[in-house]
């Protein structure tokens, strides 16, 4: 299993500019997860499905789109980048096991963005 | 909204030396796990305690719940090189299964 994979690995933005943040997993983990980090601090999560089709607002959501066509995919989309969002971008999975979450949630390598 | 504050910010510790961070909240926890972020890397999940008062140990690397479920410890005995990185206290924050991170205890060890 190649467990969560996130491309592009680095990116710098033009102000202004979009693009779409890749992650897929194969494990068949039906909540997905974005979240930012900003340097010395925790995640905070932008936003999650809970599987296909289903997605909805974290704590941060603001100027990012995100789609869920698929169980394996959930690409996070930038539109009209601002320097606030220069950060590092992790995609995480996880699952339910009757009502209680997965012990653990599995982060990709993560994709490191820079808007100048 | 709950958060739960994590001590000391830094620690530069001597190979060989013990290190512990805590992490506090000022509402119950239902759980509480804890992760860690080499420098240029991701999030691992290390460990999960949900149990009032529960003490669990991975080789060198202690864990400790409060009774009151508003506290808990990490703790490193004789640290070595490879304990380099961040640890984050975390729990699952909301019905959707989202971890709330604490913002972390930067370790370093100087050979």
């Known amino acids: 299993n190649a467990g969560v994979t996130q491309t592009p690995k680095f990116r710098i933005l033009k102000i202004g500019q979009s693009m779409t943040l890749q992650c897929a997993q194969d494990m068949n983990h039906n909540y997905m997860y974005w979240y930012r980090q900003d340097p010395g601090m925790g995640l905070k999560l932008i936003y999650y499905s809970v599987g296909a089709g289903i997605t909805d607002k974290g704590e941060v959501p603001n100027g990012y789109n995100v789609s869920r066509s698929t169980t394996e995919d959930f690409p996070l989309r930038l539109e009209l980048a601002a320097p606030s969002q220069t950060s590092v971008y992790f995609c995480a999975s996880g699952f339910l096991s009757g009502t209680v979450f997965s012990n653990e949630q599995f982060f990709g390598p993560g994709t490191r963005l820079t808007v100048l | 909204g709950q958060q739960v504050m994590q001590i000391p910010q830094y620690q530069h510790v001597q190979e060989g030396e013990d290190f512990t961070t805590y992490c506090n909240s000022s509402?119950?926890?239902?759980?509480i796990q804890w992760y860690k972020q080499r420098p240029g890397g991701h999030p691992v999940f290390l460990i999960q305690?949900?149990?009032?008062?529960e003490v669990k140990k991975q080789k060198r690397l202690t864990f400790q719940f409060g009774e009151a479920k508003k506290n808990s410890s990490l703790h490193i005995t004789a640290t070595q090189t490879t304990d380099v990185g961040t640890y984050f206290c975390v729990y699952y924050g909301g019905s959707q299964g989202n971890l709330i991170f604490g913002k972390g205890t930067k370790l370093s060890v100087k050979p």
């Open positions: 305690l949900v149990k009032s008062g």
């Open positions: 509402t119950t926890l239902s759980n």
